[in-house]
């Protein structure tokens, strides 16, 4: 097939893709958005998370706005749930969360309906099912990618690339270094019952969460194919042993619906950025930043975000955006969630749409040039 060529290529269709592919193809840019799957919103749709955790820092403060607040009003289009009234939405609603932050529930096929329509309007080039096979680098810069469904293989070349892969492996193919850390086998998954522990659709429907968080059910990384197939078949092990134990009386009122369509590894990738965030950094304020990021656990002061961890110090023209920036530790822990997904993704758009219009790489983008486009959507939408 012939090389197709775009301004912008996008390699991953999750919050953090699509940010990425919409902010830069609304910048002028064009844009091509690449996912392995026939779904769009990542582990979001595909993982069953179904939460939009909170855009506030749980002291009352809203600490991300833009895109990210955007996506959030746009995620309950189609679905039970609605934003607490306390944020704006209709009063004596239900948000499927706690309404003390700025956060809420969604079902995720409904949401890859409103991520479809939104990729439409913003005009991205979207192509399904297909997967990335390969990046070819000259100079340490990606030149094309390629890329195979089922008309075949093709190339296709960028002049900026994101990896928005969620393990970086598109900066990996091109010879980049990654860091990896532990995952833990906590399966989400969609069941009927009469009664629910974890968040329900309705009084029959729900999500449910099996497993804990403890060594027994530890990976120290999934860096192989054989691991992530042993990952996945020890949660499908594990929802097994749930419904195994019930009494026969029960299994025809209480039964899985719908299990994940893909891996539920929540750290799989980090870049080696320009700047690698950690445990020391949590009140550090940047000269570059791009944004904050309130830790979705508990109440306490955002992250600073510094344009640097969204930048590979080894490959030259791609940014990284959601779970596969520069952080570790518990910087990783703050950062693989949507919220940061859709703000990371929406500053490598912008940025990505700088270095394109400059012709230079994103390292070398004259930051004042990005910071006034950050500045215009910190501001609530």
């Known amino acids: ?15 953090a893709g699509i940010a990425g592919a919409i902010t830069a193809a609304r910048q002028g840019m064009k844009t091509a958005l690449i996912e392995k799957q026939c779904l769009l919103g990542g582990l979001a749709t595909s993982g069953l998370i179904y939460i939009y955790l909170a855009l506030c820092d749980g002291y009352g403060n809203q600490v991300i706005y833009g895109f990210a607040e955007e996506l959030l009003k746009r995620s309950v289009e189609y679905g039970p749930f609605d934003i607490p009234a306390k944020w704006g939405g209709p009063a004596n609603n239900y948000s499927g969360i706690t309404d003390k932050r700025y956060q809420c529930c969604f079902s995720p096929a409904g949401f890859t309906l409103t991520l ?11 192509f399904l099912d297909t997967m990335i096979t390969g990046a070819k680098t000259e100079n340490d810069s990606i030149v094309s990618i390629n890329a195979a469904n089922v008309s075949g293989q093709f190339d296709i070349s960028g002049k900026c690339f994101i990896d928005a892969t969620g393990g970086a492996f598109v900066v990996q193919m091109a010879g980049g270094k990654i860091h990896r850390q532990e995952n833990f086998i906590t399966p989400w998954f969609i069941e009927m019952a009469e009664k629910h522990d974890f968040f329900h659709f309705t009084d029959d429907l729900h999500i449910q969460c099996e497993g804990a968080v403890s060594d027994k059910y530890k990976y120290s990384d999934c860096n192989s194919g054989r691991l992530v197939t042993d990952f996945i078949r020890k949660s499908w092990d594990l929802i097994r042993k749930r419904y195994d134990a019930l009494p026969s009386t029960e299994k ?14 929540r750290k799989i990738g980090a870049i080696d950025a320009l700047y690698m965030l950690d445990d020391s950094d949590h009140n550090i304020k940047f000269a570059d930043s791009v944004g904050s990021v309130p830790d979705w656990r508990k109440p306490d002061t955002p992250w600073d975000t510094p344009y640097r961890s969204l930048v590979p110090r080894d490959v030259k023209n791609i940014l990284c955006a959601g779970r596969c920036i520069g952080a570790l530790h518990e910087a990783w822990e703050v950062y693989r969630v949507i919220p940061a997904a859709a703000m990371t993704g929406e500053a490598a758009g912008f940025a990505a749409a700088v270095a394109v219009n400059d012709n ?3 390292a070398d983008i004259d930051y004042s040039k990005l910071k006034k486009l950050l500045d215009r959507r910190n501001k609530k939408c």
């Open 1 to 15: 097939m012939a090389l197709k060529s775009y301004d912008v290529v996008v390699c991953g269709a999750g919050i």
């Open 116 to 126: 479809d329509k939104m990729l439409a309007e913003a005009g991205v080039n979207l």
């Open 360 to 362: 230079v790489t994103p």
């Open 252 to 265: 025809r009122k209480n039964y899985p619906v719908h299990l994940a369509a893909m891996p539920q590894l």
